[in-house]
């Protein structure tokens, strides 16, 4: 079954620490997301990436990283520099044009502790 | 800047109850919205509304979309408990016709009890 896999589920961090977070996708889409899920609060995107080896920032990109190495692959990376790192982290997927039949598609999340 | 506004922020209601959730908008250049379903984890499709007036649904649940008043609702009829969940609204505004014009609202979490 084609879908989005996010690894690990939960992640525990020690502050001042790197941490990267997987996502793979095989439902062959060219665009892929990076959200930021906090109580309370709407979804925030952080990175997204529209084709291999190009990416743009998000609303909230301060403190984070991304790469687009693979159409299927497209990690992210907490980085130290991000103040308030915890949070539920999701990653999705589209083709570059939203349409009903293709409606974009989200991971299970990670959730990331750091303390 | 582009806002969602989604009302009530969480509900609890009983079993067989109907419920009808609301989203407002104010965004440069609609081009959709969009109703997901998040239950712990990954939010799932439900629907994708475009024109105004013209009703979307799927079993139990149905949505339409008031493009001049900048609303749309969701409705659940016969609720039942897996009904229960977070349920989100995005806007897609813009040019660029991708996910990086979603703009998301901060969710309805409902509750419905046996």
């Known amino acids: 079954d084609g879908g989005i896999t996010q690894s690990p589920k939960y992640l525990f961090r020690k502050e001042g620490q790197n941490v990267t977070l997987s996502c793979e996708q095989n439902l062959n889409h060219d665009a892929m997301y990076w959200y930021r899920q906090d109580p309370g609060q709407g979804l925030r995107l952080i990175y997204y990436?529209?084709?291999?080896?190009?990416?743009q920032k998000g609303d909230i990109a301060e403190g984070y990283s991304v790469s687009r190495e693979k159409k299927e692959s497209f990690p992210l990376t907490v980085t130290s520099a991000q103040k308030n790192p915890t949070a539920f982290y999701l990653c999705?997927?589209?083709?570059?044009?939203?349409?009903?039949?293709?409606?974009?598609?989200f991971g299970n999340g990670t959730r990331l502790t750091v303390t | 800047e582009d806002k969602v506004v989604q009302s009530p922020l969480s509900l609890v209601v009983h079993e067989g109850d109907t419920v009808t959730l609301n989203c407002s908008y104010e965004v440069t250049n609609f081009r959709s919205l969009l109703w997901y379903k998040q239950e712990k984890k990954a939010p799932t499709f439900l629907f994708m509304l475009t024109s105004s007036g013209i009703e979307k649904k799927s079993g139990r649940l149905s949505s339409i979309l008031d493009k001049k008043e900048l609303f749309s609702i969701l409705n659940i009829t016969a609720t039942q408990t897996g009904d229960s969940a977070v349920y989100l609204c995005a806007v897609e505004a813009g040019g660029g016709g991708g996910a990086d014009g979603l703009t998301f609202g901060k969710g309805t979490h409902l509750i419905i009890q046996p």
């Open positions: 999705a997927s589209s083709r570059v044009g939203l349409s009903y039949n293709s409606p974009l598609h």
């Open positions: 990436s529209q084709i291999v080896n190009d990416f």
